[in-house]
Each structure stands twice: as structure tokens, then as C-alpha cells.
């Protein structure tokens, strides 16, 4: 089926818990994450939390990554949305995995912009069924 966009949900357990708090490691990491893909950077912002915690976004020309980590928990909750078909988000999410030294993972990916479907074919599940 033809979709406009690739969205990725992936959830890194058992994270080295100073590497996800440290704001410049991670913002690296996703940076490099995006090239690894092949995906085109465009900017980055990151926010270190108080005590503890990193969220960013990686805004790359063809969407974006974004990461938000509880280094308590070590547990990284990561976004990636892609479009087109030029660019490996699996790539991307197993240099994630490595290098924030996750033990395992898990990964949702759902296609966005679903094309050429009929109405009535089109299934949406409403908010809170």
C-alpha cells in the first residue's frame, strides 16, 4: 500500500542511565542516527530537564527524529518519521540501540498518508475504543 510517510515508535529499555542524561551525548547521537539513515539534517534542539532527562528533535528534510529519555528508568522513547523511500530507519534505530547501550528494544511502525484507498476502506479507531 502507497503512504506518504514511514513514523517508527521505538522504545529503548535498559539504557545506560548517564548516557540518556547527558544532553550532548544524546543530541549526538540522534544526530548521527539521521546521517546513518541517510537522511538530510536540517537543525536539532535538545532540552536537559532537572533533575534528569533530554528531549530533542531532529528535524531532517524529510521529517523528523525525536528522542525523550528518563534516565531513572533507563528508558528512551524515540520517534522517527520519515518521508519517502530513500531513507533506513531501521538503521537508524539499531545505531540507537547501541549506542545508548540499550538491552533490548521495541518498535511500532505505522505508514502515514495512506494513498489510493477508498473512504470506506479507510479504518479509524476512535480516541479512547
Known amino acids: 500500500m502507497k503512504a506518504l510517510g514511514q513514523h517508527v515508535i521505538a522504545?529503548?529499555?535498559e539504557c545506560d542511565p548517564e548516557m540518556i542524561n547527558n544532553h550532548e551525548l544524546v543530541e549526538t547521537i540522534m544526530l548521527e542516527a539521521a546521517e546513518v539513515s541517510g537522511?538530510?539534517?536540517?537543525n536539532s534542539t535538545f532540552h536537559q530537564f532537572?533533575?534528569?532527562g533530554v528531549s530533542g528533535c531532529v528535524v531532517i528534510s524529510e521529517?523528523?527524529?525525536?528522542i525523550h529519555t528518563w534516565p531513572?528508568?533507563?528508558?528512551a522513547a524515540i520517534d522517527v518519521f520519515t518521508c519517502g523511500d530513500l531513507i533506513d530507519n531501521n538503521k537508524a534505530l539499531l545505531y540507537m540501540k547501541e549506542?545508548?547501550?540499550s538491552k533490548?528494544?521495541?518498535?511500532v511502525e505505522m505508514?502515514?498518508?495512506l494513498l489510493n484507498l477508498p473512504v470506506e476502506q479507510i479504518r479509524v479507531k476512535p480516541v479512547g475504543a
Not at 537522511?39 to 536540517?42: D, I
Not at 531513572?72 to 528508558?75: A, L, N
Open 104 to 107: 533490548s528494544i521495541s518498535v
Open 50 to 52: 532537572n533533575p534528569y
Open 63 to 66: 521529517s523528523h527524529f525525536t
Open 111 to 113: 505508514k502515514r498518508g
Open 72 to 75: 531513572e528508568y533507563g528508558y
Open 39 to 42: 537522511a538530510t539534517v536540517v
Open 11 to 13: 522504545e529503548l529499555y
Open 99 to 101: 549506542k545508548f547501550a
